[in-house]
């Protein structure tokens, strides 16, 4: 690493050192609100989801469906893209899903492929196929985005770029090869002022200008939806109208490896929320705005020299094939904008976690992002300010994600392994406890206070834990009486008090009487350890927390010798007295 990189390194170190952001999550959620759908020994792969009211995943030759309220797994749907109706296991019909993509009404739209031909159909409700055609010399990838529009499918695919193609066959166009490697995250159909185009986004392998080194690059294209191809001299059955824009995150070129892409519908544009990781796997998400992007697009000047009266290259026109033989030159060198697409603002998240797909959605005034994370979790953060509210925990330590799916509906987020879906239902709030600051302090926009529960289910929720005092926020469920039952320990034995730590952002001390000690931290939370029980030991023990300037007892006893018929409660017996009288969490 050369000195000027070291720098930035240590200006980043820096700046995370002065920050008081939290990036570990405030909670850890194992079980509250997580339902599994296992494919048992039956299936191993990547799933692909797509939503549509049901939940549709696929594989090679196998097409499952998941009906979130009735299912209690997969379930597989026989379908045969076979004219006569063949067994799709069969190897004399040989086709194997090669494209999922949301299509009309709800319903799915899906391609199967074999080595000569690809076959696209409509699926109804009743698993029937409708509006079937083939495409010649096409072959989706599953794991490539796509993208229905009306009766024009896109697809891509990294080795070549964008197709579009409809049942007609009238639009056959796809990128010119670029001869550097490239992975397609997201396809976006412009709306409103914009919804003449498509969005491309995408990571592009460059070399440097020495040759020594390779370089991601994000960048996003823009195409004409009405782009019908050039003549049969320039760019026939190829895009006239592509033109590129390079996405900038942080300073420079600090993250410049683009993860995942997210979209936002906003009132009057959409947003985009894209994923990055920089030369030390760091990880950040930028927001975007498609009228900036856009702005740029049909504003900026080119890298290269083009002066061209009248049209400007990347322009929408009635009929492409009409356009010059100069512009149809110019635009088959990938033309791309000198200037980059700038964030709304800074990185909106710095960690030294390893985020691998995002999804994100809006609550009221506030907006959530879902992260997945290499080790198998998700985080769920707040945007404004940065606060990551939990960790979800759906697969066992190390497990891939293959794919996350926000259903914003119903507020469930569905996360994908190679043999297992999960929902997480994120309106689950009890998973932050039956008391008033708790329940604010998670900072969930989709959970507040109703005077019992920390719920979503009730309109006129307190929000803020200073609101915890006001006649609505009744007592807490964890005020503790002025009796407290006094524990028996035997003479001589080791003891210890246990104390649930049940958020990741307090602090845990014990208190006996005017002095305040440190925890003994163990998997069973803030211990207070007892070498040897003695009179000196007898009184009262407290332990507290204390979290954004509001303190909270969270438990409390009373310690004395045991008497010779008295009965001793062990340590683990205390333990499960405690967890007990705890609310029910997945911590």
């Known amino acids: 690493m050369d000195w000027t990189g070291f720098c930035v390194l240590l200006l980043w170190i820096s700046c995370v050192c002065s920050t008081k952001l939290h990036y570990d999550a405030r909670v850890t959620v194992k079980n509250e609100g997580i339902t599994r759908f296992s494919f048992g020994n039956h299936y191993s792969g990547l799933v692909k989801l797509v939503s549509s009211g049901v939940i549709w995943m696929g594989r090679n030759e196998t097409l499952y469906s998941i009906k979130p309220a009735q299912d209690f797994k997969p379930k597989l749907v026989n379908v045969s893209l076979c004219d006569d109706g063949r067994d799709p296991d069969n190897s004399e019909c040989p086709y194997r899903l090669s494209l999922l ?94 919804q003449d185009k498509v969005y491309s986004f995408f990571a592009e392998k460059q070399k440097s200008k020495d040759g020594e080194s390779e370089q991601w690059i994000p960048r996003v294209s823009q195409s004409c939806k009405n782009d019908r191809g050039g003549p049969k001299a320039h760019l026939q059955n190829s895009w006239t109208s592509m033109i590129y824009a390079q996405l900038s995150c942080g300073r420079g070129h600090d993250f410049s490896q683009l993860i995942d892409v997210a979209t936002l519908q906003t009132n009057d544009d959409i947003k985009i929320y894209a994923l990055f990781r920089n030369y030390w796997n760091m990880s950040a998400v930028c927001v975007y705005n498609m009228t900036k992007i856009s702005s740029i697009f049909s504003s900026s000047a080119f890298s290269s020299t083009a002066d061209f009266a009248g049209h400007r290259p990347g322009t929408c026109v009635p009929n492409s094939a009409g356009l010059s033989p100069e512009i149809l030159k110019f635009m088959s060198g990938r033309p791309e904008m000198r200037d980059r697409v700038m964030p709304e603002n800074g990185p909106l998240l710095f960690t030294h976690r390893h985020y691998t797909h995002i999804q994100v959605d809006r609550e009221q005034h506030d907006t959530v992002l879902l992260l997945s994370l290499e080790s198998g979790g998700v985080h769920k953060v707040r945007e404004k300010p940065v606060f990551v509210i939990a960790e979800y925990l759906p697969f066992p330590h190390g497990t891939h994600i293959t794919g996350m799916l926000l259903d914003t509906s119903k507020k469930r987020l569905f996360v994908s392994s190679s043999n297992e879906v999960v929902q997480i239902d994120l309106l689950a709030c009890s998973v932050y406890g039956d008391e008033c600051t708790e329940c604010m302090l998670s900072r969930d926009p989709y959970c507040g206070w109703n005077g019992l529960h920390c719920t979503s289910k009730v309109k006129g929720l307190i929000k803020d834990p200073y609101d915890c005092n006001r006649p609505l926020a009744e007592p807490s469920k964890s005020e503790f009486s002025s009796e407290t039952p006094v524990v028996r320990v035997p003479a001589s034995s080791r003891h210890f008090l246990p104390c649930p730590m049940t958020s990741r952002h307090a602090s845990y001390h014990w208190h006996r009487g005017n002095t305040r000690e440190e925890c003994v931290l163990s998997d069973q939370g803030c211990l207070y350890l007892i070498e040897s029980m003695d009179a000196a030991h007898e009184g009262s023990y407290t332990c507290e927390s204390s979290e954004d300037g509001f303190n909270r007892t969270v438990v409390r006893y009373q310690l004395g010798l045991s008497r010779s018929n008295a009965r001793r409660i062990t340590p683990v017996g205390l333990l499960l007295l405690v967890v007990m009288s705890l609310p029910v969490l997945d911590f």
């Not at 698993?127 to 024009?152: A, H, Q, R, W």
Request: hydrophobic share 30%.
């Open 101 to 194: 993509s949301q299509g009309a009404d709800g319903n799915l739209f899906f391609c199967g492929s074999t080595k000569e031909t690809t076959k696209c159909c409509n699926l109804t409700s009743s698993y029937s196929l409708t509006g079937c055609f083939e495409l010649e010399n096409y072959k989706p990838i599953i794991t490539e985005p796509s993208l229905l529009v009306d009766d024009m499918l896109y697809f891509t695919t990294s080795a070549m770029g964008l197709y579009r193609v409809n049942k007609d066959k009238m639009y056959n166009i796809w990128s010119q090869s670029t001869q550097l490697e490239q992975k397609y995250l997201k396809l976006v159909a412009g709306e409103g002022k914009h």
